[in-house]
Each structure stands twice: as structure tokens, then as C-alpha cells.
């Protein structure tokens, strides 16, 4: 089983920029990829970015070319950024972690984001 524990989530400032972090532990060795997705207030959860384990990253439409996603391997930890620049009001959502593996998925519990003017 593997579980995520995100980090960083907060109140910015229009133009501002975030770094969100989520952590990987119990089975990591199993993740085949991890990413990022978000729920804005009133929609549906939308896929930001994700990164797999060799490395290959791919994001969404909606904030391509703001955002990039990292990811630092330890021993049983994997570490995963989401760096967001140039943010905007319609980025204000909660963002969840994921980790998939050949057989399940996992979720964290969710960070918010709360983007001001």
C-alpha cells in the first residue's frame, strides 16, 4: 500500500507562484507514475501534470507552460514537486496527489490553493 502526504498548498497572489510537494511512502517501489490533479469549486477534478518513473513528464492544457513537475527518488520515498508560476484566480482549487501502480491507485488528501487578486 502506498501512501502520499502533500504539502505546500496555501494563499498566493495573482502573478505569484507555488511549489507543491507530495510524498510517497509504504510500497513506493511499485509506482509506476505519479501526478497532480485538481477540483476547482462547482467542476469536475481536472489532470494538471504527471510524471512516470522513467522520468517522462506530461501536463495539462490548462496550465501548460506554468508549470513543471519533479520528482526526487530515495530509499523507499518518492518525492514529487509541482512548481506553478504565473498563477491566476481560475487556479484556485484543491490539488490531490496520485500515485499509480500496475494494480490500484492512490490518493492524498488534498491540498488547497487559493489564488487572490
Known amino acids: 500500500q502506498v501512501q502520499l502526504g502533500e504539502a505546500g498548498g496555501g494563499l498566493v497572489q495573482a502573478g505569484g507562484t507555488l511549489r507543491l510537494t507530495c510524498a510517497a511512502s509504504g510500497r513506493s517501489g511499485s509506482i509506476t507514475a505519479m501526478g497532480w490533479l485538481r477540483q476547482a469549486p462547482g467542476k469536475e477534478r481536472e489532470w494538471v501534470a504527471s510524471i512516470t518513473r522513467d522520468g517522462n513528464t506530461h501536463s495539462g492544457v490548462s496550465l501548460k507552460g506554468r508549470v513543471t513537475i519533479s520528482r526526487d527518488n530515495a530509499a523507499n520515498t518518492i518525492t514529487v514537486y509541482l512548481q506553478m508560476n504565473s498563477l491566476t484566480l481560475e487556479d484556485t482549487a484543491v490539488y490531490y496527489c496520485?500515485?499509480?501502480?500496475?494494480?490500484?491507485?492512490?490518493w492524498g488528501q488534498g491540498t488547497p490553493v487559493t489564488v487572490s487578486s
Open positions: 496520485n500515485a499509480a501502480s500496475s494494480l490500484s491507485a492512490s
